[in-house]
């Protein structure tokens, strides 16, 4: 691939700078200028990762202990989300001339668990993260919990019900909390692929202990695959959640594994039949119950698709029979995750005061102040960097044939094979092509008042 947003001295310098930040100093100039390190350091990964090529990002990473620097970056903005934007919002005095910085912050977390994503596949990224990947398991669990949670009240997201929030007479800011609550979706299933990799490298008793006695992390992941949340039924039939939109699927492909079906079943795998698992895990009525749902899952198509999956069938089938006694519990120094406790108790009873001072201060900048953010803005995401990251040519939005290659002039979002195409699918693309377009006009007119 000749694309490349950064080279490996420029990717070097980029992680050698990064630090963490208070949760005041959450969008000053200081904190935007690592934010598009981090955005290009991760689009760059996503590069390296795709073209198979040497995963510099990866080991700069690892080679200058900067992981624990980026969990602890995304814990922060993760706090900052809950405790600080709502009232933000509802400050009577704060109208920003400009929504896209406080954007790029609601993104920021997307951003680092994106990057996570892509390099913690490997073990020594894992060893890597040190202490931290305690703070991860704890970050994973919470993004899966509040998932799973909500699914099984609303069912899977549905684009009508954002479309709908963002076709009220609302605010800017209100937007802002609509993006940000469906950016979440998106967040928290790549937090199910960073619990899995960590699965796959963690022999740490601590981090062991954490996912199977403190969080129960199997019940929550059989909870997943009973209400399945990347998938569900839309106009034209069944779609699932891959490669970060939803995607219809064809009737011969229903019973086809996805990544993230995939990623579940390979941390049940993991967690439920490694030896030191086994050993730490309290097999009592109530998570038998709940681990014995699996069988139903177990198809021959699903076991076709991963075949280790037939040593877990095995497991599931001998389970009623065992009378499994309680894990002994052991006299271990264990270590306990840090970040977010510490960023709340470091905070706690200042919310108000720093919403205040980033209504004033950070997210009122000076014009000149818009103007250099949204010129570096423009630079990190230009069109064709984005373009690269795309592994496949764009299908059409009509007949579904591959390497489409006329786009909808006015949103920019949709392929099309020809015109014909484009004509016949119109009805349907009509609303969805109109809310991009505004809110493509909306990113502009910031940008614009910023220039």
Known sequence: MDTAVIFPDEAEAYVQSLETFSLRDVGSPRWFTQHEYIEKLNMQAILNASATHDDFVKDLLVLHKKIPTLVHQMILVEVWKQKVFPILCQLPDFSPKATFPLYIVIHHEATIINLLETIMFHEDSCEAADDAVLDLVDYCHRKLALLASKTSREGAPSRDRHQLALQADASTLQELQVQSAALEFDISLKALSVLRY??????????????????????????????????????????????????????????????????????????????????????????????????????????????????????????????????????????????????????????????????????????????????????????????????????????????????CSRCQGDWYCNRECQVKHWPKHKTACQLMAEATEKIQKDLNIAA
């Not at 006695?213 to 997943?224: D, E, S």
């Not at 839309?234 to 939109?245: A, F, I, Q, R, T």
């Not at 076709?304 to 894990?327: E, G, M, W």
């Open 198 to 407: 960590i699965t796959d490298h963690a022999d740490s008793i601590s981090v062991i202990n954490r996912m199977l006695c403190t969080h129960n992390v199997p019940c929550v992941l059989v909870h997943l695959l009973e209400y399945c949340p990347w998938s569900r039924y839309g106009e034209g039939g069944v779609e699932k959640y891959m490669d970060g939109k939803w995607q219809k699927i064809a009737s011969e492909d229903h019973q086809k594994m996805t990544k993230l079906d995939g990623q579940v079943w390979i941390a049940l795998f993991n967690l439920l039949l490694r030896e030191d698992c086994q050993r730490k895990y309290d097999f009592n009525n109530f998570n038998k119950d709940q681990i014995l749902k699996l069988s139903r899952f177990l198809t021959e198509v699903l076991i076709d698709q991963l075949p280790i999956l037939v040593t877990l069938q095995r497991f599931l089938a001998q389970l009623p029979l065992t009378d499994s006694a309680p894990p002994k519990k052991e006299l271990i120094l264990e270590q306990i995750p840090e970040m977010w406790n510490h960023i709340m108790h470091e905070n706690c009873g200042k919310w108000k005061a720093i919403s205040v001072h980033q209504a004033k201060e950070t997210f009122s900048p000076s014009e000149r102040d818009l103007r250099q953010q949204a010129q570096r803005l423009a630079q990190t995401y230009t069109l064709d960097v984005m373009e690269s990251l795309v592994p496949e040519k764009p299908k059409c939005g009509s007949c579904g044939k591959e390497e489409a290659t006329k786009r």
